[in-house]
């Protein structure tokens, strides 16, 4: 029997990449889908040129596959109209997979309480989902916090702040809760949905074993690199100022930080933990995958 086609998108991104490598000691044929057509992902990987805004390109990606990851966000393309480019994204993909019978799709996004107070990047992947909910397939939509994991932008804003920044005044919603996951936890769950039919067409939270705010985070990061921080939290900072200092001193792009630190308002914690009976796993604690990703990006 012909093994089931996998197709990762955004597979070039900060976790389309390490899931790939993850898939490939998997029983499946993986196929990954990339912008650039020069764009390598492994030696050895079917990679097919598609953009989710150019649907003529999607034929070939789509052709023949059983389950798709949704890993695509267009923040990187620029602050102004993001949502827009997701929500076009999603609706091309949806149209494509229809058309291509694909069963499964797996979309991991973000963490959030729907309202109206939510930043417009955490309503923007909430829509995403909603928008590959209304397709004829079943999506599992895993929803996460800040990832902690080497390349990530959340990651590398948190390790610039801390490692550039000794005193740091910092909006009030650096007070807010949240509940960060290790990028290993979130590739199992990811790969773990794939291989367990039960987690088809369900809503996951997913997330690490504490949780803590995003001032507790910076400091423990601190900790682990021997530095200490003063994080001074005040009422009149936007996010908007701040993301313009952030975006002097971290190497994250302003039109990627600028939406990320709006969302720092909106408490990101696991309101119910379904997926850790279906995918039991050993969860990393928040300070073993801060150092794992030092690790990884020194070795
Ligand atoms: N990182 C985190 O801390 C975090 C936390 C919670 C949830 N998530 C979710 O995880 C998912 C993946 O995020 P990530 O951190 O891996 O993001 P990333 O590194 O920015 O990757 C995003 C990918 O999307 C691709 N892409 C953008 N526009 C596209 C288009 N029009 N057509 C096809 N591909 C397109 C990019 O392609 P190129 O390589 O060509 O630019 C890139 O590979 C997202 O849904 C995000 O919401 C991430």
Known sequence: MSRKIVLVTGANGF???????????????????VRKAAAVVEEGIE???????????????????????????AMA??????????????ENFVRAAEKAAVRRVIYLGG???????????????????????SGKFAT??????III???????????????????????RWVTTLCQPIAVEDVISYLVGCMKDERTSGGTFDIGGPDVITYKEMMERFG??????????????????????????????????????????KNEVICREHTIRELIPLTLTSYDDAVRRSLAVEHS
């Not at 102004?80 to 994204?89: Q, T």
Request: proline share 6%; hydrophobic share 45%.
């Open 111 to 133: 963490l959030g309480e729907t309202g109206d107070d939510l930043s417009e990047h955490l309503k923007s992947r909430l829509e995403v989902a909603d928008i590959l909910r």
């Open 149 to 171: 994991g080497a390349g990530g932008a959340s990651f590398e804003m948190v390790k610039a702040l801390v490692e550039r920044l000794p005193v740091m005044i910092t909006p």
């Open 15 to 33: 976790i389309g990449r390490l899931l790939t490598r993850a898939l490939l000691a998997e029983d499946v044929q993986l196929r990954c889908m």
């Open 77 to 90: 393309g620029g602050r102004a109209g993001f949502e827009r480019r997701d929500r076009d994204a999603a």
């Open 223 to 264: 900790r682990i690199r021997g530095r200490n921080l003063y994080i001074l939290p005040v009422p009149v900072l936007t996010p908007r100022l701040s993301s313009y200092w952030v975006g002097f001193i971290t190497p994250v792009a302003p039109s990627v930080s600028m939406p990320l630190i709006e969302g720092l």
């Open 140 to 145: 599992t939509f895993l929803r996460a916090a």
């Open 47 to 73: 990679t097919v040129q598609g953009d989710l805004l150019e649907p003529s390109t999607l034929t070939a990606a789509m052709a023949g596959v059983d389950t798709a990851y949704y890993l695509v966000h």
